[in-house]
């Protein structure tokens, strides 16, 4: 059973960072992509970032390229999401998904989510 556990929200000062995190466990396929997803009260869910296994390329919605970095730990299964930056309108639940075979399309599992509020 693929679990994913996010972790590294909080409350932070506009201009601030965070790191969030998102621990991967029961994954049976060889190839496959973690994305990054937030959504704030009353928008839609949106795509952030996305990192793949294949060859560690990466994807950056316009909004956070440049203070967003994505990155993995393949010895413990986790990808982080290091955000630099931070703005209010950053604030939302994030989410981390998981699926095989690169970045696009549908993502067959998610976390829980994790809150980030940005302070102005």
């Known amino acids: 059973e693929v679990q994913l556990v996010e972790s590294g929200g909080g409350l932070v000062q506009a201009g601030g960072s965070l790191r969030l995190s998102c621990a991967a466990s029961g994954f049976t396929f060889d190839d496959y992509a973690i994305g990054w997803f937030r959504q704030a009260p009353g928008k839609e869910r949106e795509g952030v970032s996305c990192i793949s296994s294949s060859d560690g390329s990466t994807y950056y919605a316009d909004s956070v390229k440049g203070r967003f970095t994505i990155s993995s730990d393949n010895a413990k299964n986790t990808v982080y999401l290091q955000m630099n930056s931070l703005k209010p309108e950053d604030t939302a639940v994030y989410y981390c998904?998981?699926?095989?075979?690169?970045?696009?399309?549908?993502?067959?599992?998610w976390g829980q989510g994790t809150q980030v509020t940005v302070s102005s």
């Open positions: 998904a998981a699926k095989d075979y690169g970045c696009g399309g549908e993502y067959d599992y």
